[in-house]
């Protein structure tokens, strides 16, 4: 039942897909394709994933959603978004460090830092700060589409003279309209009082659909959303991070570890399963015993038996791994899951399944690579797949490791033109970087791994664990409900007070007038 009502949402959302483009298409594009970019437009008919942001951000009203496409389209092709580079950005915006991407939150989201303090008003360059704040967002989405951010603004040190409300308003809107489903929350950290005005402003600019994401906290809080490793020490964390330019800094990822141990180079291993390979068959002529009869061969039944000792090999290693459900469609791989790796505490969730399906007519060269090559074995880690085939890669924690919402998987791919001549890692060496696909995924950590963390419960740990997270998460959203009616009546309460004060002070006036009047009339002319 539950099935089928997904299917049915499913196909929902597929028919407000399929609408939202032929209302675009005919409400927006006759007669004014001018307006826009042809590759944002060509990008809307394609990705639905796209289209699905927008209209699950407008919670699937279409005049809503195409109001926002309209407007986001819009302004992509007045910053010339498609074509803006590294090189058409001022370099000192670079190398101030006021805006950078690094490290996560507690939940796996990348964090986008603004240095309040390094910020200084200035009406002459406002149009290239807004480039810039545009361009690491471009480049954040390419890398990781779908994947939302949490905005730090750091007010450490700041003061009146670093607040610009116009930058503020256009980096909310960046979040609100042009990059739908990208903001995970905005933490203020440390604001000083004298803002608080300020922000109240902000908040209203914020909308209804963000103003939950909006959080205030001081330095001791903070580590309420993110883990010490990825604070600076000002606010009570460890990590040692200082922003740098060039180059822009990314994540660190690095070959994963694999089924028999760390990967330090393609060559290296190779060289090793060479000398692995000999050494068995050395040993091997050594411990066998003499055959008295010549053994016939049967070169069909070996070939049948190896290619069956390959599919059990293969069953066994991706017995108990998690399927992917959803799917990611690239231009030289189709890469499932799309967006993040699925682990738990559990024996069967310990293993995850990438799948890479090749969807041109070449050889397709490719690699896994990880930013916690300690904690997870890769099988294979690096090969090649061939036209339209698919080939299943084994992700599996390793030893008592656990999976964090930081991990990140980036798969690779190249396409071989040559690929009976060029060995992969000679490949890898040479293929030039823009002929390289790359893919990032997440970790996603399963429920059962949270739940070790509570205090055991009574009776039946199962069941009541499930329905006293019920009760709570719904006694906080009963909770956020009547705090939020609270401090609408108090809103109400404050305004009726100024107004009470400003009649008061009428009538007061009044009187005073009148005193003066009569005290005027009383005196002998």
């Not at 038996?305 to 390959?310: C, F, L, Q, W």
């Not at 030289?332 to 399906?357: H, M, N, Q, R, Y």
């Not at 690699?367 to 916690?372: L, Q, Y």
């Not at 791919?413 to 490949?427: G, P």
């Amino acid at each position: 039942m539950a099935e089928l009502e997904q299917h049915e949402g499913e196909q929902d959302i597929e028919k407000k897909i399929e609408e939202t483009r032929q209302r675009f298409k005919n409400e927006f594009l006759q007669g004014s394709i001018d307006k826009y970019d042809s590759r944002d437009v060509e990008r809307l008919e394609k990705d639905d994933a796209l289209v699905e942001g927008y209209l699950q951000w407008r919670i699937y009203v279409i005049d809503d959603a195409l109001k926002m496409i309209d407007e986001s389209l819009q302004w992509r092709k007045e910053y010339g978004l498609n074509d803006l580079t590294e090189s058409s950005i001022p370099k000192w915006m670079f190398e101030t460090g006021a805006v950078y991407l690094h490290g996560y939150d507690k939940e796996g989201n990348k964090l986008f830092w603004f240095k309040v303090k390094l910020h200084v008003k200035d009406t002459k360059t406002i149009i290239d700060k807004k480039k810039y704040i545009a361009f690491w967002l471009e480049q954040y989405a390419k890398k990781e589409p779908g994947m939302p951010l949490t905005v730090v603004f750091d007010m450490t040190e700041s003061g009146l003279s670093n607040i610009d409300m116009e930058f503020v308003k256009y980096v909310i809107n960046c979040f609100k309209v042009y990059y739908p489903k990208f903001l995970s929350k905005m933490i203020i950290v440390d604001m000083p009082w004298i803002m608080n005005a300020a922000w109240k402003i902000v908040r209203s600019w914020l909308g209804p659909e963000a103003i939950s994401k909006l959080k205030f906290a001081s330095k001791s809080e903070v580590q309420g959303f993110i883990d010490p490793e990825y604070l600076p020490p000002h606010m009570g964390g460890t990590d040692p991070f200082k922003y740098s330019y060039p180059p822009l800094p990314d994540d660190d990822f690095q070959t994963p570890i694999c089924e028999n141990g760390p990967i330090v180079s393609e060559d290296e291993m190779e060289s090793k399963e060479g000398e692995t390979e000999s050494k068995d068959a050395l040993e091997s002529s050594f411990n066998s015993e003499v055959a008295v009869k010549p053994k016939k061969v049967n070169f069909l039944e070996d070939s049948l038996r190896t290619e069956d000792y390959e599919k059990g090999d293969m069953n066994s290693r991706t017995k108990g791994a998690r399927k992917p459900l959803s799917t990611f469609k690239g231009l030289l791989l189709d890469v499932s899951p799309a967006e993040e790796l699925s682990f738990g505490s559990g024996e069967t969730e310990k293993k995850s399944l990438i799948i890479l399906s090749n969807v041109t007519k070449n050889q397709v060269a490719f690699k896994v690579r990880t930013t916690a090559p300690e904690k997870y074995r890769v099988k294979p880690s690096s090969s090649s797949c061939d036209p339209g085939a698919s080939v299943d890669i084994v992700v599996s924690l390793h030893g008592g490791s656990q999976a964090s919402p930081q991990d990140r998987f980036l798969v690779m791919a190249a396409e071989m033109d040559n690929a009976v001549s060029q060995e992969l890692s000679q490949f890898w060496k040479e293929v030039p970087k823009t002929k390289v696909m790359e893919h990032r995924l997440r970790c996603h950590v399963l429920e059962s791994v949270k739940r070790q963390t509570l205090p055991p419960l009574r009776d039946s740990p199962v069941e009541t664990g499930t329905n006293g997270q019920q009760e709570l998460n719904s006694a906080l959203l009963r909770l956020t409900t009547c705090n939020a009616r609270m401090e609408q009546k108090l809103n109400t309460c404050l305004w009726v007070q100024k107004v009470i004060i400003g009649l008061v002070l009428v009538l007061v006036g009044l009187n005073l007038m009148c005193l003066h009047v009569l005290s005027a009339s009383q005196q002998p002319s």
